[in-house]
T-cell receptor, first 112, second 116 residues
Framework: GNSVTQMEGPVTLSEEAFLTINCTYTATGYPSLFWYVQYPGEGLQLLLKATKADDKGSNKGFEATYRKETTSFHLEKGSVQVSDSAVYFCALNPGGSEKLVFGKGTKLTVNP | GAGVSQTPSNKVTEKGKYVELRCDPISGHTALYWYRQSLGQGPEFLIYFQGTGAADDSGLPNDRFFAVRPEGSVSTLKIQRTERGDSAVYLC??????????????FGPGTRLLVL
C-alpha cells in the first residue's frame, strides 16, 4: 500500500538553526511528493512539491529533494525563523487518483 | 480571491444524531476533496469529486458517511447515526485542474466535529 512516515515531533530549535524533518514513503508506481504546512490558527497550505525522481522543490528557504533510491523527501532549511513555527506534513499522491496520503505531521517550534 | 470555506467551524452533537458539513470551494475549481483529521494524525482521505460525480470514494469508512456535490460547486458531507469515534476535524480542499496527480490542493479551515 501507500504510506508516509515522518520523524516524530515535536522539534524545538533556536532561531537561525538548521532544520531537517525526515520523510520516507512507500508507494506503488511513481508518486508525486509534497510538503504541506499548517501555521497556528490557519488551514493547510502547500509549501513545496516534486513530481519526479531527483526533482528539488523549494519555497521560502525550504528545500526537499525527491530521492527514489532511498524513497525519501526530507525537508531542510538552513536558518529557521520564529515565523516558521508550524506543523509540517509530508504527503504523496500515488497516481491513478487525486487523493493525498499524509504523514502524521511534525510540530516545529522555533524560539528567539 | 476567496479561499475554501467550510461551515460550521465547530459542531457538537450527540451520539446517534445526523450531521451535515458544508464546503464551498474556490470558484472555478472542478475538483473537491474531503479529508478527516483525528488528533495527532495527518489528514485521511475520504472522497474526491470531479464535477458533480464522486471519482473516488474509497476512503469513506462505512455507509454512515455520504457526500454530494449536486451542482459541481458546493459539497455536503453527511454523517448518519454519529458515533464518538467520528469526532475529528473534517477538511475540505479544492483544485483547479486535476488529472495529473501533481495538483496543489487548497484547503479550508476545517469543521471540528465533537460527538458526545
Amino acid at each position: 500500500g501507500n504510506s508516509v512516515t515522518q520523524m516524530e515531533g515535536p522539534v524545538t530549535l533556536s532561531e537561525e538553526a538548521f532544520l531537517t524533518i525526515n520523510c520516507t514513503y512507500t508507494a506503488t508506481g511513481y508518486p508525486s511528493l509534497f510538503w504541506y504546512v499548517q501555521y497556528p490558527g490557519e488551514g493547510l497550505q502547500l509549501l513545496l512539491k516534486a513530481t519526479k525522481a531527483d526533482d528539488k522543490g523549494s519555497n521560502k528557504g525550504f528545500e526537499a529533494t525527491y530521492r527514489k533510491e532511498t524513497t525519501s523527501f526530507h525537508l531542510e532549511k538552513g536558518s529557521v525563523q520564529v515565523s516558521d513555527s508550524a506543523v509540517y506534513f509530508c504527503a504523496l499522491n500515488p497516481g491513478g487518483s487525486e487523493k493525498l496520503v499524509f504523514g502524521k505531521g511534525t510540530k516545529l517550534t522555533v524560539n528567539p | 480571491g476567496a479561499g475554501v470555506s467550510q461551515t460550521p467551524s465547530n459542531k457538537v452533537t450527540e451520539k446517534g444524531k445526523y450531521v451535515e458539513l458544508r464546503c464551498d470551494p474556490i470558484s472555478g475549481h472542478t475538483a473537491l476533496y474531503w479529508y478527516r483529521q483525528s488528533l495527532g494524525q495527518g489528514p485521511e482521505f475520504l472522497i474526491y469529486f470531479q464535477g458533480t460525480g464522486a471519482a473516488d470514494d474509497s476512503g469513506l469508512p462505512n455507509d454512515r458517511f455520504f457526500a454530494v456535490r449536486p451542482e459541481g460547486s458546493v459539497s455536503t458531507l453527511k454523517i448518519q447515526r454519529t458515533e464518538r469515534g467520528d469526532s475529528a476535524v473534517y477538511l475540505c480542499a479544492s483544485s483547479p485542474n486535476p488529472g495529473t496527480g501533481q495538483e496543489t490542493q487548497y484547503f479550508g479551515p476545517g469543521t471540528r466535529l465533537l460527538v458526545l
